[in-house]
């Protein structure tokens, strides 16, 4: 399958299947429009009338180049084979030409116990079933989680990490996202598991990565710099311009908290080295025009910024309808092309989505199956209960067990272990399919109310981002040579 494109003054190809990437003069860009099917010589008619003769015939030699190594029109890679831990019948041959090696090797992982039990490599520990704001649009509806508001006990916490340690078999690496509510609203448990990680990591030879997301407005000397010594990562809420912020992240009184996060924030970051943050916003219907609030962050200073869509019911106002996604498409172009200008410039910073490593990447096996929730990836909400990721925690349909018992709903589970491109029938068309695994599974629940049925206004945004970061790649590429 290959997919094409123009861009910023770029003609870029994308050989689905490979992953391989191609930037191609004109004509070369259009003879894809008929070879091979229409083979050399009508090829070379129906172009005769826009190019040279011996520029066209050149074109079509090196296409059949292409395909003959392998990365242009591949065939698609094997379905996945019985059993967990084995999905993949073959691997592709990796790219012989084009931007990279998209599925680089990744060492195998023993099952954690038992045939068919899948390795946890990482929690989110929601330490906090309460928040200090009341953002309109927060999936967490308000931090409560549709339950009464509660924070995590310590001894919660302490169980969870043992339990993850218990099911991640011999991988050494271990991730724990400390999330919320505001998780600062529950700051000694966040130290004191902290401090347990370490201690019990040292004991079983596991090494732990921390993430914390954090709204802001309750960081003080102590808490900045207890998460600059200890965090790996740190999430950073923060929706753009004042006025679009104020409107959806509102105080229990119903205030704005710009005002109140900002200074917060950036003094985080600037004590971090600006390192190993992402300032994370959503837009919303209220702004059509995000790339503004993107452009906002960036003046302010932020390198690393990250502005996402809601999902919520088209029956609120500030919803995203399926008819703003022409509108929101042209955006990321507009921001694209913006960060282009001001990378050639000199300066520039960093979009999230627009991230995309086409040199190495995830291995096929990622590429397939996706964020691994459910799976590799579960959710501990504060009195011990598992789910599949955060976006399910509070949803009894989706309780897999708990810290002290482990996974129980083994049903569940494995409906989340056979989730995957080829469970998913909408996929098979999409070009973009090897850059997101099939989708989040939380918002084709919530939208669909299937985890196996992508939400289609999502996966349309996500294939214009796949677009916008592979020409940033290919004109950095260019502008190189």
């Not at 918002?443 to 349309?460: F, H, L, R, T, V």
């Amino acid at each position: 399958m290959i997919h094409k494109y123009r861009m910023s003054g770029c003609n870029i190809a994308i050989d689905a299947a490979s992953g391989a990437i191609h930037e191609l003069d004109a004509c070369a860009y259009d003879a894809l429009d008929h070879y091979p099917e229409k083979g050399a010589d009508e090829t070379a008619r129906i172009l005769s009338g826009r190019y040279p003769a011996d520029e066209i015939m050149s074109c079509i030699s090196e296409i059949d180049e292409l395909i003959e190594n392998g990365t242009l029109y591949t065939a698609e890679p094997a379905p996945p084979v019985a059993g967990y831990g084995t999905p993949y019948a073959a691997e592709p041959a990796p790219p012989a030409a084009g931007y990279g090696t998209p599925y680089a090797a990744e060492p195998a992982t023993p099952a954690a116990s038992g045939r068919g039990e899948p390795v946890v490599k990482a929690l989110c520990l929601h330490v906090a079933h309460d928040c200090n704001l009341r953002c309109a649009y927060c999936f967490a509806k308000e931090g409560g989680y549709r339950g009464e508001r509660r924070l995590m006990p310590v001894e919660t916490g302490f169980a969870a990490i043992d339990f993850l340690i218990d099911n991640s078999g011999n991988r050494k690496n271990l991730e724990i996202d400390f999330f919320g509510g505001e998780p600062l609203m529950n700051f000694e448990a966040v130290r004191k598991i902290t401090a347990y990680c370490r201690a019990r990591g040292r004991e079983r030879g596991k090494r732990f990565r921390f993430t914390l997301t954090t709204n802001g407005t309750l960081l003080n000397d102590e808490s900045i710099r207890f998460i600059n010594e200890n965090m790996d990562n740190v999430v950073l809420s923060l929706d753009g311009r004042k006025e679009v912020n104020d409107k959806m992240r509102v105080t229990r009184g119903g205030g704005g908290s710009y005002e109140s996060a900002l200074p917060k924030i950036r003094r985080l970051v600037d004590e971090r080295n600006g390192e190993r943050y992402f300032i994370r916003g959503t837009y919303t219907r209220n702004n059509l025009d995000f790339a503004e609030d993107v452009k906002h962050l960036a003046g302010l200073g932020f390198k690393k910024i990250s502005v996402e869509p809601v999902v919520a019911p088209e029956t609120e106002d500030f919803a995203l309808k399926p008819s703003d996604a022409g509108a929101l498409c042209a955006e990321y172009e507009k921001l694209a092309a913006h960060m282009l200008e001001e990378l050639r410039s000199g300066g520039g910073f960093e979009f999230f989505h627009f991230n995309i490593d086409l040199e190495g990447g995830p291995c096929l096996k990622k590429r397939v199956t996706g964020c691994g929730a459910g799976s590799e990836y579960l959710a501990v909400a504060p009195d011990g209960r598992l789910y599949p990721c955060h976006q399910f925690v509070g949803m009894e349909a989706f309780r897999l067990g708990d810290v002290v018992n482990g996974v129980t709903n083994r049903a569940l589970r494995e409906t989340f272990m056979s989730s995957s491109l080829h469970s998913k029938a909408k996929c098979a068309a999409c070009w973009a399919k090897y850059y997101c695994g099939g989708g989040c599974a939380a918002n084709a629940y919530n939208m669909n109310g299937d985890i196996n049925e992508p939400y289609e206004p999502g996966c349309a945004l996500h294939r214009k981002r796949c677009e916008c970061a592979i020409m940033l790649k290919a004109a950095g590429h260019s502008d190189k040579t």
